[in-house]
């Protein structure tokens, strides 16, 4: 069974750069797609980006500039970076398996979700 | 962008009846449609796929239906569990998108 866990720290100061990571475990991240997803206290859900098997990402363009997504095979680790957080980046952060049928994109495995917030 | 809309935002029903929940799309979406269930401080949980096909473990009061840009998530006989918020994704085109989510609520 795959699990996930998002970790990172829970404050944030404005300005400053969001990294979380999310490890797996059950299975090797290697031939799976993986997304961050985020939703704000009381919201909606909003997909961030996804990296797939090769490292090749796709960005929210709402948040693009700001995102980086990699990934660490040898400790089967997906890692996220937000640069120049505001207050609006406070959120619950999930991270999620995309499914295994190809070229189909929705999520059968996420973490349990980690709260950031963005306070100074 | 594919803008998802869901209605209604709150749905009241009793235990034991039908539930219709409503997606509607800004374009076409073809078959690329979701359905997630979230229940308060728990990860979304996915309920349906490609429209229609139940995920695995999804008891079959569940059923999904609909093409291009309207989608309907229908509850046969809701059980106290059923009670939760409701989300629609599309995942024909980037960027991903969600509805804004329907929350059902015991009558």
């Known amino acids: 069974q795959v699990q996930l866990q998002e970790s990172g720290p829970g404050l944030v100061k404005p300005s400053e750069t969001l990294s979380l990571t999310c490890t797996v475990s059950?299975?090797?991240?290697?031939?799976?797609?993986w997304s961050w997803f985020r939703q704000p206290a009381g919201k909606g859900l909003e997909w961030i980006g996804r990296i797939d098997p090769p490292g090749d990402t796709v960005y929210n363009p709402s948040l693009k500039s700001r995102l980086t997504m990699s990934k660490e095979p040898s400790k089967n680790q997906i890692s996220l970076k937000l640069t120049s957080v505001t207050a609006a980046d406070t959120a619950v952060y999930y991270c999620a398996r995309e499914t295994e049928v190809p070229g189909q994109r929705w999520f059968d495995y996420w973490g349990h979700g980690t709260l950031v917030t963005v306070s100074s | 962008e594919r803008v998802m809309t869901q209605s209604p935002d709150t749905l009241s029903v009793s235990p034991g009846d039908r539930a219709t929940l409503s997606c509607r799309a800004s374009?076409?979406?073809?078959?690329?449609l979701a359905w997630y269930q979230q229940k308060p401080g728990r990860a979304p949980r996915l309920l349906i796929y490609s429209v229609s096909t139940r995920a695995t473990g999804i008891p079959a009061r569940f059923s999904g239906s609909g093409s291009g840009t309207e989608f309907t998530l229908t509850i046969s006989s809701l059980q106290s569990e059923d009670f939760a918020i409701y989300y629609c994704q599309q995942y024909d085109n980037w960027p991903l998108t969600f509805g804004q989510g329907t929350r059902l609520e015991i009558k």
């Open positions: 374009q076409s979406v073809s078959s690329g």
């Open positions: 059950g299975g090797s991240i290697s031939p799976s797609y």
